[in-house]
C-alpha cells in the first residue's frame, strides 16, 4: 500500500514547455486535489476532482489543466510554463471521512 | 466565502515551554471540517487532526491538545513541553461539509523550538 505517489519529484522547466504531473493513489478513494505551496502562503487548491472524468476548479486554477480519466489517477498539466509557476505541487487524495493524504511533493522550477 | 487566519507567522520558543498556535475561520456553511497539519523540515505534510462542525468536544492526544470554539470561529493547537522534533510549519485547514471537500489552507505557522 504506496498511499500517494507524485511523479516526477523534481523538474526544471524553461518558459513555455509543457509538462505533466502525475499523481497516484491506491486507497480507491473518490476525491483528488491538486495544491501548490509558496512561501508564506500556505497551501492553495487548484483543481480537484469529486470522482472519475469529473474535474472542478479551486482557487487558483489559471494556467493549469487536470483530468481524471481512472479513479486512481489524477493528472496536472501546464500547457506553457511560466515562472509564476514555481512552487512545490502537493496531490491529495481522501474519502468519505475527508481526511486528505498527501504525497510527496513535486518541487517545479520555470526558468 | 471559506477564509483561515493563522495570525502568527513564526514562534520561538525554549524546550519545555508549551505554546499555543492560533486558527480563526469563516465560513457560511453549517456543516465543516478543521485540520491541522504538520510539516517539518523535510517537506512531507502530517495528519494531526481532524473535527467536525458538530463536534466541540476539545481533544488532548499526548502533548498535543486542542480547543475548539464555534464562539468565537477558532480551533486553537496547543503543545505541552514542546521538543526540538516540535519544529516545523502548521498549518489549520477548513473544508466544507458537501461538494467534494475543497479545504481552504491558512498560510501557516513556523515553529521553533530551541533546545
Known amino acids: 500500500n504506496a498511499g500517494v505517489t507524485q511523479t516526477p519529484k523534481f523538474r526544471v522547466l524553461k518558459t513555455g514547455q509543457s509538462m505533466t504531473l502525475l499523481c497516484a493513489q491506491d486507497m480507491n478513494h473518490e476525491y483528488m486535489y491538486w495544491y501548490r505551496q509558496d512561501p508564506g502562503m500556505g497551501l492553495r487548491l487548484i483543481h480537484y476532482s469529486v470522482g472519475e472524468g469529473t474535474t472542478a476548479k479551486g482557487e487558483v486554477p ?3 489543466n487536470v483530468s481524471r480519466l481512472k479513479k486512481q489517477n489524477f493528472l496536472l498539466g501546464l500547457e506553457s510554463a511560466a515562472p509564476s509557476q514555481t512552487s512545490v505541487y502537493f496531490c491529495a487524495s481522501c474519502d468519505v471521512r475527508n481526511e486528505q493524504f498527501f504525497g510527496p511533493g513535486t518541487r517545479l522550477t520555470v526558468l | 466565502a471559506q477564509k483561515v487566519t493563522q495570525a502568527q507567522t513564526e514562534i520561538s520558543v ?7 498556535l492560533d486558527c480563526v475561520y469563516e465560513t457560511r456553511d453549517t456543516t465543516y471540517y478543521l485540520f491541522w497539519y504538520k510539516q517539518p523540515p523535510s517537506g512531507e505534510l502530517v495528519f494531526l487532526i481532524r473535527r467536525n462542525s458538530f463536534d466541540e468536544q476539545n481533544e488532548i492526544s499526548g502533548r498535543y491538545s486542542w480547543n475548539f470554539q464555534k464562539s468565537t470561529s477558532s480551533f486553537n493547537f496547543t503543545i505541552t513541553a514542546s521538543q526540538v522534533v516540535d519544529s516545523a510549519v502548521y498549518f489549520c485547514a477548513l473544508s466544507e461539509g458537501a461538494g467534494g471537500f475543497k479545504t481552504i489552507f491558512g498560510a501557516g505557522t513556523r515553529l521553533f523550538v530551541k533546545a
Open chain 2, 14 to 20: 525554549v524546550e519545555k515551554e508549551d505554546v499555543t
Open chain 1, 62 to 64: 489559471d494556467g493549469y
